[in-house]
C-alpha cells in the first residue's frame, strides 16, 4: 500500500485552504459532494482552452481530440469499476439518471401485474421513487427489506421477501444516511438465486473503497461523478451490455442512432443506444481525471478513513446526550446522530458559525428516518483529505453546541 500522506493529498485540493467565518474550512458534508483536486478543475481548464469540439461527429483534429479524451475516460470508468471493457458503461447525469433509466427502460418492458420489486428500508429517496413510479404503471408491487436497530439490512427477512415474484432488487451499496457498508455480494447472489436482475446503488461506495462489478456479480451499478472527486453533472450507469442492448432507448436523437429513415429508426447498441445528444463532454473527462486520480491512492485512502471514523465515533459518543444512528459493525466514515434537547438543523448552524460543513435534515431517506422515529440528523461524512485535527474541531464544536442547546 503506497504511503498516505493527508498533508500532501490536502494540497491537491484548493477550497481546502480556504476560510469560513473565520476559521479554517471543515468540509465534512463529503456524502453530499466531494470536493475537485487540481487535476480534474485544470482538465476541465485544459480541454475548453485547447480541445472544445463535439465528440462522434467531426473529422477536424480538434473534435478526434475530444473525442479521443472523452472515449479514454470511459475507459477510465471501467477500470475503476473492475471492468474489461467499456461496453456497458454509459454516462448520464447521475446516479439519479441511472436509476430512472433502468425503471423507464428496463421496468417499462419487463415489469408487469403481480412481479415484485424488492428495495430496502435504508433506500436514499432517488431509489425508492423511480420503482414506485414504474410500480404504478405496469401494476407491479414495491416490497422493502426491514433494517435492524444498528442500521443493517435485516437478511434473515431479505431471504424471506424474495420469491420467484421478485423480478428486481435494488438496494444502495452503502448508506448515503447511516453510513452502513450492505453485504452487497451475498445480497446480489440471493436475488440472482431466486431469479430477480440486481441494480446497485454505489453512489456511496464508488468515493469509499474498490468497486468490483464483476465480483459483486449485479447487473447494473449506478454511481455519480460529484462524489467521487469529479464534476457535477456526469455520472455513470453501468449495465451487462445483453440487458442494455435489449432495452428501449428512453431519449432520441444524435449519436444513438444507427440508420434514420421516415420509413423507419434504427438504434446503436450500449453505451451510445442511452447517450442520445451531445452529452457532457468536459464532464466525463473530468470524471476520468478524477478517478485516475484516486485509483491508486483507493486503498490507502480507506485505511486513513476507517481511522477517522473510529476517532470521530470515539469522542462523539463521549459527548453528553449526543446519539449516534446507525452503528452497523461494517460502515464508511459517516457518521449520523442527534443531540438530545437541539434540533439537527441548531446543530448545523452552530457547527457553521466555527467553519465546520455538516449535513442535517432527512438526507433523502424520509421512510428510513421514519423507521427511528426522527424527523432528521446531524450527518458528518469525511473523505479521504479530511484530519484528525478536523475530528477535534468537531467534537470541541459539538461540545460548545451542545452547552448552547442545552
Ligand atoms: N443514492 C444515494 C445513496 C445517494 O447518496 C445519492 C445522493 N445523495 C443519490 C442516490 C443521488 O445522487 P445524485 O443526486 O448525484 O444523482
New binding site residues.
Partial sequence: MPVFDVATVRKDFPILGRSVRGHPLTYLDN??TSQKPLAVIKALERYYSEQNANVHRGVHLLSEEATTAYEAARGSVAKFLGLKDTSGCVFV?????G?NLVAECWGRTHLKAGDEILLTHLE?H??IVPWQVIAERTGAKVLVTPVTPRGEVDLVAFKGLLSARTKLVAF?H???ALGTVNPAAEMTRLAKAAGAVVLI?G??SAAHFKVDVPALGCDFYAF?G??TFGPTGI?VLWGRPELLDAMPPYQFGGDMIRKVDFAGTTFREAPERFEAGTPDISGAIGLGVALEYFMPIQAAAHAHEQVLLAAATERLKAIKGLTIVGEAPEKVAVISFNIEGGHPHDIGTLLDADGIAIRTGHH?CMPLMKHYGLSGTARASFAFYNTLEEVDRLAVSLEKARKMMA
Fill in positions: 456524502a453530499a447525469r447521475g446516479a439519479t439518471e436509476i436514499h432517488a431509489n444502495a452503502v448508506s448515503n446503488d453512489c456511496q455519480s460529484h462524489k455520472g433523502c
